[in-house]
């Protein structure tokens, strides 16, 4: 049981190159999000998903866009990458109800 | 905006001593979580707490919550070094997806 998976671990970009972060959970779980988790703070979610072919957004979504086509895939497509999109970002998973969530190792992007 | 707020920012202790870490937030919630972070990897769960609870334990872990002053605390009891990480609460509002952390705790025992 691999939990979720991101990937890649790793990532640097150019201004204005589009990339895709991947996340995928093998729990069958309903809700995934995307957080962003800037130096000495906490994280900002910037798109969710309460199940497949259903997306909203969250506090940062501008940049950013999701699709849903499948329960255990969640990617997230930076359009055309900025400096302020460096960052770690952070897949999430979490099944009905008052569930936890449970997270990934993360994606660490430079854009410069 | 960050509805939670941790307080201290950061905690440095001896092994053996106890840890308390509060958090405040702003709006009502449906629940509220703890979370631990080792440098360098994800966020893992602690403990989830309801609104109508007031206190909950798992192992070393004690936390309580008090609506009516919208905080919560996290107290760890005899530390270890192992347990240096950056502690983080989040507000869950709705039951939904809609997780909101503070800046969190970065706590340091000291063998």
Redesign the interface.
Known sequence: NAGVTQTPKFQVLKTGQSMTLQCAQDMNHEYMSWYRQDPGMGLRLIHYSVGAGITDQGEVPNGYNVSRSTTEDFPLRLLSAAPSQTSVYFCASRGRGNQPQHFGDGTRLSIL | ??Q?EEDPQALSIQEGENATMNCSYKTSI??L?W?RQNSG?????LI?I?SNEREKHSGRLRVTLDTSKKSSSLLITASRAADTASY?C?T?RN??????????TRLMVKP
């Open positions: 905006s960050q939670g449906n629940n979580q979370y990897r994800g966020l893992v769960h989830l309801r983080f989040a869950d039951a939904g997806n809609m997780l909101t952390f503070g800046g969190g």
